[in-house]
């Protein structure tokens, strides 16, 4: 059996791009695409292949050496270094991902940022904010499951870039061609990265990732409201 080639990355005049190929991955993906796949499991997986994605988007954590006493001798290991890491879902489909994260980062704080696209426009709004003013020097991973227009996150990201974010991770479970493009275009220089589990064909009419796998927020939380 052909072993899948290992995690691609493309660098673009500084952000990179990185797609997760692992059959693990793939797998919970797969089922995640599935329209037979019901609310309970639907969240359950994306919860689980957030955390895999994760794993491959704090490689470049910072930590600092320490030394400890193990039960034998002393020795010296790492640990995270400060200002802890940020982590910040765009609500409300980002939210499904924050325990994913956090299982990976427990020591992370957590700050939230709310943004609505119109459908007309496809421009993003902020309508709500809880995070600190200031970020300098300030790790951030930034939560969106589906980077399809590309609109929402660049948004997001300004957001924290202004607020002196120095290193910014977006995770996202899928992306399209025209959000990545986008994202290159609009954020090209600033230290920025995009971890994924696919990059897949394109955008339909209405904006939505093909093949994809529907709307996200509405298959984690249901349709109610």
């Not at 955390?51 to 320490?66: G, N, P």
């Not at 991902?97 to 709004?125: C, H, I, N, Q």
């Not at 904010?129 to 590309?150: C, E, H, I, K, N």
């Amino acid at each position: 059996m052909r072993r899948p080639a290992p995690t691609t990355s493309v660098n673009v005049e500084g952000m990179r791009i990185h797609v997760v190929d692992h059959p693990l991955v793939a797998h919970k993906l797969t089922t995640l695409r599935d329209r037979r796949t019901d609310t309970p499991t639907f969240r359950r997986l994306a919860d689980e292949l957030v955390t895999l994605l994760a794993y491959e988007a704090t490689r470049d954590v910072r930590t600092e050496q320490v030394g400890i006493t193990t039960p034998v001798t002393e020795t010296t290991g790492v640990r995270l270094s400060h200002p802890r890491p940020l982590v910040v879902p765009i609500l409300r489909a980002g939210l499904g991902m924050l325990d994913g994260m956090v299982r990976l980062l427990p020591t992370a704080e957590v700050g939230f940022l709310g943004m609505v696209r119109d459908e007309d426009t496809l421009k993003a709004s902020t309508y709500a904010t809880r995070m600190p003013d200031d970020l300098s020097g300030r790790q951030v991973y930034v939560l969106d499951p589906m980077l399809a227009t590309g609109g929402t996150l660049v948004a997001a990201i300004d957001t924290l870039i202004e607020r002196g974010a120095d290193d910014v991770t977006a995770i996202c479970l899928l992306a399209a061609p025209e959000g990545v493009a986008l994202m290159e275009r609009e954020l090209a220089g600033r230290p920025v990265t995009v971890v994924t589990a696919s990059v897949d064909e394109r955008l339909n009419e209405q904006g939505y990732i093909v093949p994809g796998l529907g709307d996200a927020g509405d298959r984690m939380y249901g349709t109610a409201g």
